[in-house]
């Protein structure tokens, strides 16, 4: 059974993206590279991404997949890619699927594409807290780098309690801290 793993970046003060769901002051961080050095290593261990629609839409239009849906591999290979929204969006790739509904449901076919490897879940920090609630989540990856938003996307918008958090990990990359977290299950985890 893969695990699933969120791995992101967040400010010092707990957002994931801006108001509107930009991403750029990550990319605008003295030292952002040296924190993405080990990102090869990690994403070679990856059989499936999984993002929620705003994220899915911000790379989107970033990355102009549109016009050079070629650019998705570049970043993130030919894994399976579940995007779980309510809106109708554009598909860049035929490895990207939309889904609507629960995360629990569709777990089943996530877990079969994802193979012998495990599954990122990119973003945004509801869908990671409703992967949280099913008893999916097993670790959480997170560069805090040194900036604040004041607002914006919250990284994990759920209540996650000691007893389901144990620190694996502190590690420094370039300006970023990097925490890994393992994630205790909940009680009845419905992993199919």
Do not use: K
Not at 139 to 161: F, K, N
Not at 163 to 186: H, I, M, N, Q, T
């Amino acid at each position: 059974m893969p695990r699933v793993i969120y791995n992101t970046a967040t400010s010092l003060d707990g957002f994931i993206a801006t108001t509107d769901h930009s991403l750029q002051w990550l990319f605008d961080v003295p030292g952002a590279e040296d924190a993405e050095s080990a990102f090869p290593a990690f994403l070679d261990g990856i059989g499936a991404l999984v993002l929620g629609s705003s994220t899915y839409d911000w790379v989107y239009r970033e990355q102009d997949l549109g016009a050079h849906p070629e650019t998705w591999n570049t970043y993130y290979g030919d894994r399976s890619t579940w995007v779980f929204t309510t809106r109708d969006l554009p598909i860049a790739r035929p490895t990207i699927q939309l889904r609507r509904g629960a995360v629990a449901d569709a777990w089943p076919e996530i877990a079969a594409s994802a193979g012998d490897r495990d599954v990122w879940v990119v973003g945004g920090g509801d869908l990671v807290g409703q992967f949280a609630d099913a008893g999916l989540l097993d670790e959480i990856r997170v560069s805090i780098a040194p900036v604040t938003l004041g607002a914006g996307q919250p990284l994990l918008p759920r209540t996650l309690l000691a007893d389901r958090l144990s620190l694996v990990s502190a590690e420094r990359a370039g300006s970023f801290a990097e925490l890994r977290f393992a994630v205790a299950p909940v009680a009845d985890p419905s992993r199919g």
